[in-house]
């Protein structure tokens, strides 16, 4: 197989006529001998003082059947969350927010000219905690969720867990982003948002703060939009596009990416 790494030039460029399975993905991959590309919104956010807040665990299980599942685990640091993985039922112990399952959904797409690839979807809702809390400021959206890596999480990448065969790591490491996207009654893929993903300058990765524990940010942001329903403070869509094992016993069953949870807006510490 292979060897494929996480780029963040080529993850910049723009990719036309994605396309009702709808799945919302996650990061750039792009492999040596045959470059990936990225959908991303228009424009990237505002340069401004980026505060890591907690990080994230999102984790896909039952990937490649009907009952796919995603949970996310929330710490304050990077530390605790290691602590939280070894202990069996361990819950996150951010306090600033909470986070619900709300969609989790998965589709094939077998273009005529290119390999298969899954697409693997989550959709959370986040609520403040406590209710004063102004990371859900109304008048402004800051929050998003920025991939990292650290010393534990596959090389050139924020995979944490890979789960299946030895076959599926390489799989895993070939990970790549994109906008939400779905498939027509024509088995052509198009773009249902391509919001739910931004791509992020250097300088704004410069003026994030890396916490102690992770070795690089990822180019790559999900921004926990403002929900209509006023059951939630706001909601995040996530997703990956990874290709189809040859052998359906070489599919990963489960898979798991660190984010940090950055709010860039330069808010009074909570």
Do not use: H, Y
């Given at each position: 197989?292979?060897?494929?790494?996480?780029?963040?030039?080529?993850?910049?460029?723009?990719?036309?006529?994605?396309?009702?399975?709808?799945?919302?993905?996650?990061?750039?991959?792009?492999?040596?001998?045959?470059?990936?590309?990225?959908?991303?919104?228009?424009?990237?956010?505002?340069?401004?003082?980026?505060?890591?807040?907690?990080?994230?665990?999102?984790?896909?299980?039952?990937?490649?059947?009907?009952?796919?599942?995603?949970?996310?685990?929330?710490?304050?640091?990077?530390?605790?969350?290691?602590?939280?993985?070894?202990?069996?039922?361990?819950?996150?112990?951010?306090?600033?927010?909470?986070?619900?399952?709300?969609?989790?959904?998965?589709?094939?797409?077998?273009?005529?000219?290119?390999?298969?690839?899954?697409?693997?979807?989550?959709?959370?809702?986040?609520?403040?905690?406590?209710?004063?809390?102004?990371?859900?400021?109304?008048?402004?959206?800051?929050?998003?969720?920025?991939?990292?890596?650290?010393?534990?999480?596959?090389?050139?990448?924020?995979?944490?867990?890979?789960?299946?065969?030895?076959?599926?790591?390489?799989?895993?490491?070939?990970?790549?982003?994109?906008?939400?996207?779905?498939?027509?009654?024509?088995?052509?893929?198009?773009?249902?948002?391509?919001?739910?993903?931004?791509?992020?300058?250097?300088?704004?990765?410069?003026?994030?703060?890396?916490?102690?524990?992770?070795?690089?940010?990822?180019?790559?942001?999900?921004?926990?939009?403002?929900?209509?329903?006023?059951?939630?403070?706001?909601?995040?869509?996530?997703?990956?596009?990874?290709?189809?094992?040859?052998?359906?016993?070489?599919?990963?069953?489960?898979?798991s990416v660190l984010f940090l949870i950055v709010d860039d807006t330069g808010a009074t510490p909570h």
């Open positions: 197989m292979q060897r494929c790494m996480w780029n963040t030039d080529r993850a910049k460029r723009r990719v036309r006529g994605l396309g009702l399975a709808l799945v919302a993905t996650l990061a750039s991959v792009s492999c040596e001998d045959k470059p990936t590309n990225l959908v991303t919104g228009p424009g990237t956010p505002t340069v401004a003082s980026r505060r890591v807040i907690g990080v994230a665990e999102l984790t896909f299980r039952d990937i490649n059947t009907v009952n796919i599942t995603a949970t996310a685990t929330l710490a304050k640091n990077i530390a605790d969350l290691e602590t939280l993985r070894s202990t069996p039922g361990a819950q996150g112990n951010l306090g600033v927010i909470q986070v619900q399952p709300l969609v989790s959904s998965m589709f094939t797409n077998s273009p005529p000219d290119s390999a298969p690839q899954r697409f693997l979807r989550a959709t959370f809702g986040l609520r403040n905690s406590p209710p004063d809390s102004i990371v859900f400021d109304a008048l402004r959206e800051n929050l998003s969720f920025v991939l990292a890596g650290t010393a534990l999480t596959l090389p050139n990448s924020p995979i944490r867990l890979v789960e299946g065969t030895a076959a599926s790591k390489a799989l895993a490491a070939q990970l790549t982003p994109t906008g939400l996207v779905g498939i027509n009654g024509d088995g052509k893929l198009f773009t249902v948002d391509s919001d739910v993903l931004q791509s992020l300058t250097d300088a704004q990765l410069s003026a994030t703060a890396v916490p102690i524990g992770a070795s690089r940010l990822f180019p790559f942001a999900f921004p926990v939009k403002r929900p209509v329903s006023a059951t939630f403070d706001g909601v995040v869509t996530v997703g990956f596009r990874l290709p189809v094992a040859t052998l359906p016993e070489d599919d990963p069953t489960s898979i």
